[in-house]
């Protein structure tokens, strides 16, 4: 029978399954100064978690292998063992029918006289040498079933040995498969710790991402922001006309000559709202920031239009505001319309008022459905207010 050679590997198995067990721990006792404060940084935590579930994965599968080894070697030595048993109980029986065989010759002898038996052998025969074969033989059958009764003790004997020796590896084998089990749950309860752990740093990944955007978009934004102001040095007015309700529309002159702008013919940005839920330069926001337009509440799905003639010069994620969509009207005016569920406008697409531009949704940092609206002259944002009656 093949020898169990499995314990050395198990301790080798435990041995790594407690050093990465001590890794995880520490990880979760690290200084949070140690932390990532990148999302390239926390993608390296992450990478090298990634690596510790890998490896664990490689000594679970060498563990279900261990596992599937020591399961047949005791079912191998459980055979065995049966095997070994069942001729035990056979070699007991054939000497048991050998010894009952000679016992009857016994008596028999006993009853008709030792001598008796020689003179029927010395009567029978014809001849000396008929009388010599004839004695050799009784002694040989009388000498072989004496053998055969030692013969039997000898198989009784190995068979016996045969079965204590497999009866001893079958309970070493039992035992490697309760190692192996007890390894294999081990590795799969440090494996689902990590995938915890691995689950809850690519979240920080998601949000330093979303933080690093944020701030990217920012700067293009400042930097946009001052090349405007470098280009327009005339100064831009609107007036303010006042408008309907919810649904108005504000008009206003002509470009003047002293190069001032009025803009009209525009309209609402978003005529199926229901109300305003933020308004311009409330410091109070959730974020605490400057709030740079004005919150219109809608019900997810609510059409967006362009409040005025202009090009679409942005259409894409933007940071906190989610779906937007950014619209130039010329002469240092522009729209942002933010939180879209989807946009319906296309980079370089010539609009006039009231096109359908997107949707109303809650993308970005929002609590709930609306259209944040902002209005910028050369790059500084002002009073929707000023220009709509909400």
Not at 35 to 42: G, I, L, R
Not at 361 to 378: K, V
């Amino acid at each position: 029978m093949q020898t169990i050679t499995t314990q050395r590997t198990f301790r080798s198995i435990t041995s790594i399954v407690l050093a990465l067990v001590l890794a995880t721990s520490l990880m979760g006792l690290a200084p949070a100064q140690a932390f990532a404060v990148t999302s390239a940084e926390k993608q390296a935590e992450a990478d090298e978690i990634m690596r510790s579930i890998d490896a664990l994965q490689t000594q679970l599968n060498e563990a279900n292998a261990e596992y599937d080894r020591a399961t047949q070697e005791y079912e191998t030595a459980k055979a065995a063992a049966e095997d070994a048993a069942a001729r035990v109980q056979a070699a007991k029986e054939r000497i048991a029918e050998l010894q009952e065989r000679l016992g009857d010759r016994a008596a028999s002898m006993y009853k008709t006289g030792g001598s008796m038996s020689f003179i029927d052998v010395l009567l029978g025969a014809s001849s000396f040498e008929e009388l010599v074969t004839s004695w050799d033989a009784f002694e040989k059958i009388s000498s072989q079933d004496a053998e055969l009764v030692q013969e039997s003790k000898d198989v009784k004997a190995e068979a016996e040995a045969a079965e204590q020796e497999y009866n001893e590896q079958k309970a070493k084998a039992a035992e490697e498969v309760e190692n192996a089990k007890a390894a294999q749950a081990e590795i799969e309860s440090t494996k689902s710790s990590m995938e915890s752990e691995l689950a809850r740093v690519n979240e920080e990944v998601i949000a330093l991402q979303a933080k690093e955007e944020e701030e990217r978009i920012a700067a293009e934004e400042a930097e946009r922001r001052a090349e405007e102001a470098r280009k327009l040095a005339e100064a831009t007015v609107i007036p303010n006309t006042g408008g309907g309700g919810g649904g108005g529309s504000t008009s206003a002159g002509t470009t003047g000559g002293d190069g001032s702008v009025n803009v009209s013919g525009w309209t609402h940005p978003c005529p199926g709202y229901y109300g305003v839920t933020n308004e311009f330069a409330w410091a109070g926001a959730w974020d605490g920031n400057y709030h740079n337009g004005i919150d219109l509440g809608a019900a997810s799905g609510t059409p967006i239009l362009s409040c005025g003639p202009g090009t679409v010069t942005y259409v894409g994620w933007y940071g906190t505001g989610g779906n937007a969509v950014i619209v130039s009207h010329g002469n240092g005016i522009r729209t942002i319309y933010m939180h879209m569920s989807s946009q319906a406008a296309t980079v370089g697409q010539q609009v006039s008022a009231g096109d359908v531009i997107g949707y109303v949704g809650s993308t970005g940092y929002s609590t709930g459905p609306h259209l944040h609206f902002q209005i910028e002259i050369n790059g500084t944002p002002v009073n929707p207010r000023n220009y709509f009656s909400f």
